[in-house]
């Protein structure tokens, strides 16, 4: 039997049981403790449970991949969660988890912030700890508290990690005509035409255009299916159908001389490929600090310099409430004193 006792806020539960090492685990509320005693107890009785201590020598590769097996057939990691772990297991994937230390994750962290933001940081960080947080409770790693976690929140109180800053690019005046000549000059990057039309004109994601296909299109009607909207915690299912504009269904109907994988719209295979083509072209066009996504920017921005009302433009860019739409979302003051 099992036998609890308060830890300040918390409920430890110990069990006792002939045959096997005493163990315990202090928890949030004694609900989650006498749970965990029932499952712990009939494993013991079924012979499946393994003690805390053979955990001890798991490599972090091999959290992964178990935190990786276990959750992602029930709720599917998305693309950038994937490339963070594959980074992270680079840096950690040899160490054990029980060597882990706030001061470790630190110093990666200082190391991260000469390449990446505040907010890139944090998203990584944000998966480790999980990870972290999912072995100790499901795996019973043998750990005291989460060292991701514990140093997130030292480098959050420094401004090492934090949320993404307002985004201000906006395309300035001739960029968007220096793009599509670019791409037209660019051997072998043509397709990146009708790709950078639509960033604009539809407001889509890299990963949403990189999916596209022509059973998505109905031209008759003009509109635009759009499967597995980037969604805090949706990620599957998440569809929706958004307006076909004119400019835009120009430029579908030009992306058919580039199509080469039959059903997609966009003649790559991966979303990066879009990146890549896109960082040469801004190149060629000496054109600075310009992204991919910043056209996602400008689109949404044009939508609100023609007067739409936010549900409006959410139903075109997906957004769920105003402070996700305001990030991407940078009036030109001309424009609006125009409007005036």
């Not at 590769?61 to 709720?75: A, G, L």
């Not at 109180?157 to 793009?179: H, K, N, P, V, Y």
Request: net charge positive.
């Amino acid at each position: 039997m099992a036998t609890y006792r308060k830890r300040g806020a918390r409920t430890q539960a110990q069990i006792r049981k002939m045959g096997f090492p005493q163990t315990s685990k202090t928890f949030d509320t004694k609900l989650a403790a006498k749970q965990w005693a029932l499952e712990t107890e009939a494993a013991m009785d079924a012979g499946t449970w393994v003690t805390s201590l053979a955990h001890s020598d798991v490599l972090v590769k091999d959290m992964f991949r178990m935190w990786f097996e276990y959750v992602n057939p029930i709720k599917p990691f998305c693309e950038s969660k994937v490339r963070s772990i594959d980074l992270l297991n680079r840096n950690f994937g040899e160490r054990k988890v029980v060597d882990l230390t706030p001061k470790m994750i630190m110093n990666y962290g200082a190391r991260r912030r000469e390449t990446v933001g505040r907010a890139t940081l944090q998203k990584e960080l944000s998966y480790f700890g999980q990870a972290v947080e999912f072995g100790t409770t499901v795996f019973d790693y043998p750990l005291k508290g989460n060292p991701v976690r514990e140093a997130t929140k030292a480098m959050s109180q420094i401004g090492m990690t934090g949320g993404g800053r307002c985004l201000e690019r906006r395309l300035e005046d001739g960029e968007f005509s220096a793009l599509i000549v670019a791409a037209q000059e660019s051997k072998n990057r043509q397709w990146m035409v009708p790709v950078i039309e639509l960033a604009v004109h539809t407001a889509m994601r890299r990963g949403e255009l990189a999916r596209m296909r022509w059973q998505d299109l109905d031209f008759e009607v003009g509109t635009i299916f759009i499967r597995d909207r980037k969604h805090p915690t949706e990620k599957i299912g998440n569809d929706q159908t958004i307006p076909m504009f004119p400019p835009a269904r120009k430029a579908l109907q030009n992306a058919r001389a580039y199509s080469k994988y039959g059903d997609l719209v966009v003649p790559v295979t991966a979303a990066k490929s879009i990146t890549t083509a896109f960082a040469s072209i801004v190149k060629k066009a000496k054109i600075e600090n310009l992204r991919f996504h910043d056209l996602r920017h400008e689109g949404v921005s044009r939508l609100f310099e023609r007067g739409w009302s936010i549900p409006q433009v959410a139903a075109v860019s997906g957004h769920r409430d105003w402070a996700q739409l305001k990030r991407y979302t940078q009036l030109k003051a001309e424009k609006l004193l125009s409007e005036y």
